[in-house]
């Protein structure tokens, strides 16, 4: 990610990037719906423009209004103040994020997060559970958004998606 051929893909040095047809676009959600639009196939943006708001309101709430606030640069700031205040605000900020998260899907939930289609929301939700559990958030409150979870676990393109089955992931 620290690269000089990262950093000429994406000046801030975030991942993901991913280039196409000689463009570089960065930001997962955008990645997203770039790939729902450019690609045939299922549609991760509903046709009903309620289902279509809400899927990208929950993927923003956990974009935007979860995962930033414990990323890793903050962590790192605020660990370089006071040794572990990073695991603390992290912790606090997804415990606050997901509580209000499972409050929305109660609402909007089928099978999956809106409705019962895999939708941009629903891509959103693994690694933000995943980031949760890695940083000791007890995530036993949100019985929705795991079992959403388990559902999400059966499709075999999430399953090829996790951390753990990344080609350059460490192996135990």
């Not at 990323?71 to 695991?87: D, I, P, R, T, Y």
């Not at 415990?95 to 409705?115: D, F, I, Q």
């Amino acid at each position: 990610q620290f690269a000089d051929e990262c950093y000429k893909l994406n000046p801030s040095e975030r991942v993901p990037v991913l280039v196409h047809n000689g463009h570089s676009i960065c930001e997962s959600l955008a990645i997203i719906e770039y790939i729902d639009e450019i690609f045939p196939g299922v549609a991760l943006l509903p046709k009903d423009p309620v289902k279509r708001a809400t899927a990208r309101a929950l993927a923003l709430h956990i974009a935007s209004g979860i995962q930033p606030l414990q990323n890793l640069k903050v962590m790192q700031k605020l660990n370089a103040e006071e040794a572990g205040k990073g695991q603390k605000w992290s912790e606090y900020w997804l415990t606050a994020g997901l509580k209000e998260l499972e409050k929305m899907v109660e609402k909007t939930a089928g099978r999956l997060m809106v409705g019962d289609d895999v939708t941009v929301a629903d891509i959103c939700l693994p690694s933000i559970l995943y980031n949760a559990r890695r940083m000791g958030t007890d995530v036993a409150a949100f019985p929705t958004l795991l079992r959403i979870e388990k559902e999400l676990e059966k499709i075999d393109a999430f399953e090829k998606a996790l951390p753990e089955n990344q080609p350059d992931a460490q192996k135990a």
